[in-house]
């Protein structure tokens, strides 16, 4: 058996990952302001905040029903390939869906037209940058 806290901690270890990531790739840029992961953290909190808390309840739409993404994918691409096998939900799993939510929330904020521009993307400047 499994034990959650285990998927858990591999989801939110791959979320911190992909927030780094971010951050470390934006405070690199000559086009941003700050310099440091922390300046970006300090200007994006409210933006990381709201796309963690969305990954995260589409992590626990993904537990609670492993079939969710298998048919919300064959929909949008438009194809069924007939398998009626979901993806388990595994310590790799959520600890790659950790890393990948982030990319799958701005691909669904995408396609679900009632996402579109509700949904921060924390690539916006900080307050001084932009007046």
């Not at 901690?9 to 470390?24: D, E, H, K, T």
């Not at 700050?34 to 309840?57: D, I």
């Not at 939510?101 to 993307?121: M, Y």
Request: charged share 10%; net charge positive; with cysteine.
């Amino acid at each position: 058996m499994i034990h959650p806290w285990l998927l858990w901690l591999l989801y939110f270890a791959g979320q911190a990952i992909s927030i780094l990531g971010r951050a470390s790739a934006s405070a690199s840029s000559q086009f941003t302001p700050w310099n440091s992961v922390r300046e970006y953290v300090k200007w994006h909190w409210p933006a990381l905040a709201f796309r963690l808390f969305a990954c995260t309840m589409g992590f626990l739409l993904w537990w609670n029903n492993t079939a969710f993404f298998d048919a919300l994918v064959s929909h949008q691409l438009g194809v069924s390939v007939g398998i009626q096998k979901s993806i388990p939900l595994t310590p790799a799993t959520a600890g790659i869906y950790g890393l990948l939510s982030d990319v799958l929330l701005d691909w669904a904020c995408a396609k679900i037209p009632f996402l579109k521009g509700k949904v921060p993307n924390g690539s916006d400047g900080p307050p001084s940058a932009t007046t």
